[in-house]
């Protein structure tokens, strides 16, 4: 079972950038596909982005289509969420997860089967 390690989290002010990791365990982590969802204080789990096991397909929800970049590196067994033009709605708790039976991004949660312990991200005003 793949372990996923998110980092880079932490509190920023609204306009600013902030990028996110995920470093994953295992020799196979360019054959399948990753993904970023995240949770909001009472909200329901929302997926951000997806990326391919090659890294060349990529998937976005809507509200962050634009402003998010997710990117990956085999070599290095790590997936990046870079986060520009951040807003306070974007404060979340962001999960990496890593869909091992897939190869293509997917914005459906039930196909990720592995998934990390979270990282905060806190946006001001």
């Known amino acids: 079972q793949v372990q996923l390690v998110e980092s880079g989290g932490g509190l920023v002010q609204a306009g600013s950038s902030l990028r996110v990791s995920c470093a994953a365990s295992g020799r196979t982590f360019s054959t399948y596909a990753m993904g970023w969802f995240r949770q909001a204080p009472g909200k329901e789990l929302e997926f951000v982005a997806a990326?391919?096991?090659?890294?060349?397909?990529?998937s976005y929800g809507d509200s962050v289509k634009g402003r998010f970049t997710i990117s990956r590196d085999n070599a290095k067994n790590t997936m990046f969420l870079r986060m520009n033009s951040l807003k306070p709605e974007d404060t979340a708790v962001y999960y990496c997860?890593?869909?091992?039976?897939?190869?293509?991004?997917?914005?459906?949660?039930?196909?990720?089967?592995?998934w990390g312990q979270g990282t905060q991200v806190t946006i001001s005003s």
């Open positions: 997860a890593a869909a091992q039976r897939w190869m293509f991004p997917s914005i459906n949660r039930s196909v990720y089967d592995g």
């Open positions: 990326i391919s096991g090659s890294g060349i397909r990529t």
